[in-house]
């Protein structure tokens, strides 16, 4: 049974282009969080999807940060024009059930740094 | 009242001593707590969870204690091995009557274990 899964891996990007951040999450999860941690610190929660829908977003940056989880595919981190600033580990955890109890299971990150 | 403060930030430990590392917590509604485990370069792993119901939780080495009139949770390690050396996360969410299921990281104690 696949864990979450991630890619890339690495991203290298320079000032002002786009970043695309891709999540796979577990087999029979559908409940799919996004979360960032800076250098030395701890995990920030950015925004929390289930299939089609933003359920919290209450973390993510106003401007040039989306996400989204389609019907088909994996969830996307999208960082658009992205700055300095942003350069982090992007973590993707997946759930299967939305009553609260369940376990969240976390990827291996993606490294985006911006040059 | 979202934080989760964790302490202390490093901490070095003999080959079969205990490790131990601290949360206090500030809202009242938080229900669930689990530790997660990091090595570097990987994404976070659960360790163990406790629930406010039980004082105490043991899992093989791994013990959560909960103080919930201080607001206070731990993790002792014991018997602390080599491979346990990584950084620790602690972190608290919201389970029953809310919206969301985003989990509240402190900022971690990177732990090593000395041969």
């Known amino acids: 049974n696949a864990g979450v899964m991630q890619n890339p891996r690495h991203l290298v990007r320079r000032r002002g282009q786009e970043a695309r951040l891709r999540c796979s999450p577990m087999?029979?999860?559908?409940?799919v969080y996004w979360y960032r941690q800076l250098p030395e610190e701890g995990l920030k929660f950015m925004v929390y999807?289930?299939?089609?829908?933003?359920?919290?977003e209450s973390g993510m940056p106003k401007e040039r940060f989306s996400a989204e989880f389609p019907k088909e595919g994996p969830s996307i981190l999208r960082i658009q024009q992205v700055v300095r600033g942003d350069s982090a580990a992007y973590f993707c955890?997946?759930?299967?059930?939305?009553?609260?109890?369940?376990?969240?299971?976390f990827g291996p990150g993606t490294r985006l740094l911006v040059l | 009242q979202q934080q989760v403060k964790q302490s202390p930030q490093s901490l070095i430990v003999q080959k079969g001593g205990i490790s131990i590392i601290n949360c206090a917590y500030e809202?009242?509604?938080?229900?669930?707590f689990p530790w997660y485990q990091q090595f570097p370069g990987k994404g976070p792993a659960l360790l163990i969870a406790?629930?406010?119901?039980?004082s105490e939780k043991k899992e093989g080495r791994f013990t959560i204690s909960f103080n919930k009139s201080a607001k206070q949770f731990s993790l002792h390690i014991m018997d602390s091995q080599p491979g346990d050396s990584a950084t620790y996360f602690c972190?608290?969410?919201?389970?029953?009557?809310?919206?969301?299921?985003?989990?509240?990281f402190g900022t971690g104690t990177l732990l090593a274990v000395q041969p």
């Open positions: 955890a997946s759930s299967p059930l939305t009553s609260g109890q369940e376990t969240q299971y």
């Open positions: 087999k029979g999860h559908s409940h």
């Open positions: 999807l289930q299939k089609e829908n933003i359920i919290d």
């Open positions: 809202n009242t509604a938080f229900d669930y």
């Open positions: 406790i629930r406010p119901d039980v």
């Open positions: 972190a608290a969410k919201r389970e029953y009557g809310g919206a969301t299921n985003k989990l509240i």
